[in-house]
């Protein structure tokens, strides 16, 4: 059978399902659900989400350039829905979730204590594009649950961490390691090994 063509849509998926950490007071502090969300920079490190101009979050990251960017793990994945279906206009959505604001380091917007792993993002450029508009950021700090730490290497296990993922319209954990980048010409015969993240 033959492949079938499908009209134009964003079906590139998985996709993280990020909690976006926004305000620059506890009286503003919000949070929104994000999947249009990725990593475009290595040096300087820099990141994007995307958002619609109706959230109520658009408004915020527009007047203070600033946000975190909460990686979400399993036990995170129902607040992390509630956040994407309730609207910041009528909640507090970290009273309502039990989640934890916490400071960051070198921005004034929350961090979410829960997170596994949080980047904290100065945005650099505002591009609008349609539906939504793109947030260009810098990433400024990166903080780590030590619990997601491997002993030995101090490096960031995201397999221990049961990150959570966005497939269109579905929530699901990561699945099972496959091999590490690179391992495909290996010149050592034997299967790839678990690889953790680099530290630092």
């Known amino acids: 059978m033959s492949r079938q063509d499908w009209k134009p849509g964003t079906l590139l998926y998985p996709l993280p399902a990020a909690l976006v950490s926004c305000g620059d007071s506890p009286e503003n502090y919000n949070l929104i659900t994000v999947s249009w969300t990725g990593t475009i920079c290595s040096t300087p490190p820099m990141c994007y989400i995307s958002v619609r101009k109706e959230r109520h979050s658009h408004a915020i990251l527009s007047a203070t350039g600033e946000f975190g960017l909460n990686l979400t793990n399993r036990a995170m994945a129902k607040a992390t829905d509630w ?3 309730r609207s910041g206009k009528d909640y507090d959505k ?3 979730t039990g989640l934890q604001p916490e400071k960051g380091k070198l921005i004034s917007a929350p961090l979410v204590a829960e ?3 949080s980047l904290e993002c100065k945005i650099r450029q505002v591009l609008e594009l349609g539906s939504h508009d793109m947030f260009l950021a810098d990433v400024v700090n990166v903080r780590v649950d030590p619990r997601y730490l491997d002993p030995e290497s101090g490096a960031f296990d995201m397999q221990a961490a049961d990150l959570l993922v966005y497939a269109h319209g579905e929530y699901f954990a990561l699945g099972d390691f496959i091999g590490y980048f690179g391992w495909s010409v290996k010149k050592t015969p034997g299967a790839p090994q678990r690889r ?3 530290k630092g």
């Open 196 to 198: 953790y993240g680099r």
């Open 83 to 85: 956040c994407g279906v």
């Open 115 to 117: 997170s596994p792993l």
């Open 94 to 96: 970290f009273a309502e």
